[in-house]
């Protein structure tokens, strides 16, 4: 059995749903570590515990898969009753297509906490929130909103698809000279010492359960603080912006 919906779920559905009907010798795939890395999920000793994590996105996994190629997988072994996990879960990330691009043995812990870190460091809240920091100060100098959008969002997409497909080394060789010189000696000024402290505090609070705990009381507590802080996002006037100038480009 593969559980795949959201974490904050997992518990109730878990226990609900799926723990009753266990017999020995069964499996219990994951595709992401959270539960059982911090204990909302504890499964009896007589069923194997895996994990297989896509590292992309659904849609990406299965248009990867019908053109006849494949993601990066990662995999762990939780718990080996049967002494065949590590045989089931390889298949499994083979069907996936995950072989044909590679499958990463890990640890529940280490998947979860590094994909936690990277959504909040870099991947989401850090991005977000440099947007946002480029869009405002252009607009705050007097810059009109719409340059402001194109030079701190709308471009992001060409230098991000440089550095997916080539590394970082390879987006230097393709922006101008003039940007790549102003990537060596403003960057480290934007993502400077306290920046990288605050990574430390994240990564800290990762490890700990701290933000953890954090999430899934929210959750369990009906989700007030999160359906306040979503919608003040929505109300930034780079979203007003963005829509205005995205609707002129049927292409997106």
């Not at 590394?167 to 102003?182: F, K, P, V």
């Not at 993502?191 to 959750?219: C, H, K, N, Y």
């Not at 359906?227 to 995205?246: F, P, T």
Request: proline content about 3%; some cysteine.
């Amino acid at each position: 059995m593969a559980f795949l919906i959201h974490d904050t779920a997992q518990s109730d559905v878990y226990t609900a749903e799926i723990e009753p009907h266990f017999q020995s010798g069964d499996t219990l795939l994951f595709a992401h570590g959270f539960n059982i890395h911090y204990g909302e999920v504890a499964p009896p000793s007589h069923i194997d515990v895996v994990l297989v994590a896509p590292k992309s996105p659904g849609q990406m996994l299965r248009s990867e898969y019908v053109a006849g190629r494949g993601v990066p997988a990662l995999y762990g072994i939780h718990q080996d009753a049967t002494g065949t996990a590590r045989e089931l879960t390889l298949a499994y990330a083979a069907a996936l297509g995950s072989a044909r691009a590679g499958v990463l043995k890990t640890t529940f812990a280490a998947e979860t906490e590094t994909d936690l870190f990277g959504e909040q460091a870099v991947l989401c809240g850090g991005l977000s929130e440099l947007v946002k920091g480029g869009f405002e100060t252009l607009v705050e100098a007097g810059y009109d909103r719409r340059l402001a959008y194109f030079e701190c969002l709308h471009e992001m997409k060409m230098i991000v698809d440089l550095a997916y497909s080539r590394g970082l080394a390879g987006m230097r060789a393709e922006i101008s000279d003039t940007a790549e010189y102003g990537d060596y000696v403003s960057g480290k000024r934007v993502v400077g010492p306290a920046s990288r402290e605050a990574m430390r505090e994240i990564l800290a609070e990762i490890q700990s359960g701290t933000f953890a705990r954090r999430w899934i009381d929210e959750a369990k507590a009906g989700g007030e603080e999160f359906r306040r802080l979503r919608a003040c996002e929505r109300e930034h006037q780079i979203e007003e912006v963005g829509e205005e100038l995205r609707s002129r480009m049927p292409w997106l």
